[in-house]
């Protein structure tokens, strides 16, 4: 697996526990949560693409 995917997962599960502890509070910041969201979203979005094309790349280099 690629460190960049390790990476990525990384600071995604980071913006989860931010998430979560913001949802917690007693009046959460819902614009803050919006943010988190969406920036998990792009990771997750990240994470699939380069999963997907290591996929590819090793389908190729099999057929060779």
């Known amino acids: ?37 969406d920036e998990i979203q792009e990771l997750e979005d990240r994470i699939e693409e380069i999963e997907y094309l290591d996929r590819v790349e090793e389908e190729r280099q099999r057929r060779l």
């Open 1 to 37: 697996m690629r460190p960049e995917i390790e990476e990525l997962r990384d600071r995604r599960d980071d913006l989860r526990d931010q998430l979560a502890n913001e949802q917690d509070k007693d009046n959460p910041d819902e614009s803050r949560c919006d943010d988190l969201y």
